[in-house]
């Protein structure tokens, strides 16, 4: 069936590495995403992974993909309040053209 | 500002009732998405248009019902509003079909009273 897990909270230390894990379902996805959400803000797409790639790199972002695991991570190192946020991992269910959100990871920074 | 336009901003409403969200995509992207999210059911992708087409469909109800015009611009329809229709719903755009450049517009907070 179709299910993207994620844990519901993360607490880190501003400066430390922050890292948000997703477990996914469908194995013939094509994309996998991570969508951004501040506080009372809209929805903003942060990174992306082409399902034939192990990892990507975008500044502060390292996104690691392992496919035999359905495992799914996203580093943001140098950790910051305006990290805060909640992060959805969100996978391209390919066999049905839709996407699947997780549930939600809200990501809080300790001073 | 993401360059996607959805109007209204807010929209209270009754049981039963109709009616139209709109949203405008940014110039030039040809897919229009919309999510709904909800405390109930977190975060739900609905329907994706690409040029005037359905492309993609996830959870939407029957109730519901959305279109992509000649200008690109989407409607979303949501008819026999329940309680439970309560929720941000979320327009996105993007260039081609694939949702790995998509910007978001603000959202439309639905209330059913």
Same mark, same amino acid.
């Given at each position: 069936?179709?299910?993207?897990?994620? %844990?519901?909270?993360?607490?880190?230390?501003?400066?430390?590495? %922050?890292?948000?894990?997703?477990?996914?379902?469908?194995?013939?996805? @094509?994309?996998?995403?991570?969508?951004?959400?501040? =506080?009372?803000?809209?929805?903003?797409?942060?990174?992306?992974?082409?399902?034939?790639?192990?990892?990507?790199?975008?500044?502060?972002?390292?996104?690691?993909?392992?496919?035999?695991?359905?495992?799914?991570?996203?580093?943001?190192?140098?950790?910051?309040?305006?990290?805060?946020?909640?992060?959805?991992?969100?996978?391209?269910?390919?066999?049905?053209?839709?996407?699947?959100?997780?549930?939600? @990871?809200?990501?809080?920074?300790? =001073? | /500002?993401?360059?996607?336009?959805?109007?209204?901003?807010?929209?209270?409403?009754?049981?039963?009732?109709?009616?139209?969200?709109?949203?405008?995509?940014?110039? +030039? /992207?040809?897919?229009?998405?919309?999510?709904?999210?909800?405390?109930?059911?977190?975060?739900?992708?609905?329907?994706?248009?690409?040029? +005037?087409?359905?492309?993609?469909?996830?959870?939407?109800?029957?109730?519901?019902?959305?279109?992509?015009?000649?200008?690109?611009?989407?409607?979303?329809?949501?008819?026999?509003?329940?309680?439970?229709?309560?929720?941000?719903?979320?327009?996105?755009?993007?260039? +081609?079909?694939?949702?790995?450049?998509?910007?978001?517009?603000?959202?439309?907070?639905?209330?059913?009273?």
């Amino acid at each position: 069936g179709e299910d993207v897990e994620q %844990s519901l909270f993360l607490s880190v230390r501003e400066g430390d590495s %922050s890292v948000i894990n997703c477990t996914y379902t469908d194995s013939s996805s @094509t994309y996998l995403y991570w969508y951004k959400q501040e =506080p009372g803000a809209g929805l903003q797409l942060l990174t992306y992974i082409f399902s034939n790639m192990d990892m990507k790199q975008d500044q502060r972002l390292t996104v690691l993909l392992n496919k035999k695991d359905k495992h799914l991570s996203l580093r943001i190192a140098d950790t910051q309040t305006g990290d805060s946020a909640i992060y959805f991992c969100a996978e391209d269910y390919s066999s049905a053209s839709k996407i699947i959100f997780g549930s939600g @990871t809200r990501l809080s920074i300790r =001073p | /500002d993401s360059g996607v336009t959805q109007t209204p901003k807010h929209l209270i409403t009754a049981t039963g009732q109709r009616v139209t969200l709109r949203c405008s995509p940014r110039s +030039g /992207d040809l897919s229009v998405y919309w999510y709904q999210q909800s405390l109930d059911q977190g975060l739900q992708f609905l329907i994706q248009y690409y040029n +005037g087409e359905e492309r993609a469909k996830g959870n939407i109800l029957e109730r519901f019902s959305a279109q992509q015009f000649p200008d690109l611009h989407s409607e979303l329809n949501l008819s026999s509003l329940e309680l439970g229709d309560s929720a941000l719903y979320f327009c996105a755009s993007s260039p +081609g079909d694939r949702a790995h450049e998509q910007f978001f517009g603000p959202g439309t907070r639905l209330t059913v009273l």
